[in-house]
């Protein structure tokens, strides 16, 4: 039975229906811990790939070019990337763009002067998607500190903001947080630690926010170097509630590796994920992979390097994903067309079915 996060109360069980079930969820950055259960399989990924020799069984082989999913079917391919350019790259380090649904507003990390520490998060909006961005704005002393604040990830109705930082009152070495606003207007207030059941001693770094489009059941993905892990950083998936709750971690063995695996987005209809790592056989330094599955239910295919033109031989990664599935925001640090160390860059395809 694949170990990945999917399927909660509504299907048939898998470990992490049956961890639901098994565990009190604890309220965002509350003391409480979850109710002991009897002893049963690693469920936490305590030992790497807890379900290894099922995993093996029913994930599929690689997938040949007529074989491919309806991911292939429906897409075409990918164009040469382009840099958004200036107001939003600098001569700086400006990566990990996330966009609203709308992608009239932007928001990144940066450490451009103007912040509050190394790495700040800022936004930036425009008036059309044809239209050039305004100037950057720093998110401000609410949200930033003396730290580091970055990798921001925008749940799905954009109320709540999820992102990495090293301030103080973590439980681990950079912990998750987050904000809440109460609409797409007010402010955002003030963040507060996800918990230690999901943070540990550790780096939770990269949130990346899922919807099951059947259940509705919310995930919170994000790459850890907790003890019990396959590699340097693996992919980890935990379950949110409606109540504000969060789920224990559970070890994604087949979006991780032996190499480093932090900020994955999925498309929003669950059937394709992208993973940045820097896994043997890819293309550079860090690379963007890509994993398909034909139903929600299906395991993840083995992830394959999404290649050229979006990879390059330098660093490429943190993917993000327009609803419809037809535009690409990633960092790299290639040259030609770049304008600091890090810059924002984006791909696009055209959908060949017509839908949205």
């Not at 379950?239 to 999925?266: A, N, W, Y």
Request: proline letters at 8%; hydrophobic letters at 35%.
């Amino acid at each position: 039975m694949p170990t990945s996060v999917r399927r909660f109360p509504k299907h048939e069980l898998t470990a992490v229906g049956l961890l639901w079930m098994a565990l009190t969820a604890v309220r965002v950055g509350a003391q409480a811990q979850a109710i002991p259960v009897s002893p049963a399989p690693d469920l936490l990924g305590t030992e790497p790939c807890p379900f290894a020799g099922l995993l093996e069984t029913a994930r599929p082989a690689p997938v040949s070019a007529e074989e491919r999913t309806r991911t292939a079917e429906t897409f075409g391919e990918w164009s040469p990337p382009v840099n958004v350019g200036p107001p939003l790259n600098t001569a700086y380090n400006d990566n990990y763009a996330v966009l609203s649904r709308n992608q009239l507003t932007i928001y990144f990390t940066s450490d451009r002067p103007g912040g509050f520490g190394g790495d700040d998060l800022w936004f930036a909006t425009r008036e059309s998607v044809d239209s050039l961005w305004e100037e950057p704005q720093n998110m401000g002393a609410a949200i930033n500190t003396d730290a580091a604040d970055s990798l921001a990830v925008l749940s799905s109705n954009e109320h709540v903001m999820y992102f990495h930082s090293t301030r103080d009152g973590g439980y681990g070495q950079g912990d998750i947080w987050m904000t809440r606003r109460r609409n797409k207007h007010s402010d955002w207030e003030e963040p507060t630690n996800l918990g230690r059941v999901l943070n540990t001693p550790a780096v939770e770094i990269a949130p990346a926010f899922f919807k099951d489009p059947e259940t509705e059941q919310a995930t919170l993905f994000y790459g850890s170097d907790r003890p019990g892990g396959i590699g340097d950083f693996d992919v980890y998936a935990s379950p949110l509630g409606e109540d504000g709750s969060v789920g224990p971690g559970m070890l994604v063995c087949e979006l991780s590796s032996t190499g480093r695996d932090t900020r994955i987005f999925i498309r929003k209809d669950g059937l394709e994920a992208f993973v940045t790592t820097n896994r043997a056989g890819g293309q550079g330094r860090i690379d963007i992979w890509v994993s398909t599955r034909e139903m929600l239910s299906d395991p993840w295919s083995v992830p394959v390097d999404l290649g050229r033109p979006v990879n390059s031989e330098f660093d490429d990664g943190s993917p993000w994903l327009s609803r419809d599935g037809t535009t690409l925001y990633f960092f790299s640090t290639r040259p030609g067309g770049g304008y600091g160390k890090r810059d924002i860059w984006y791909t696009t395809r055209v959908r060949r079915d017509g839908g949205v």
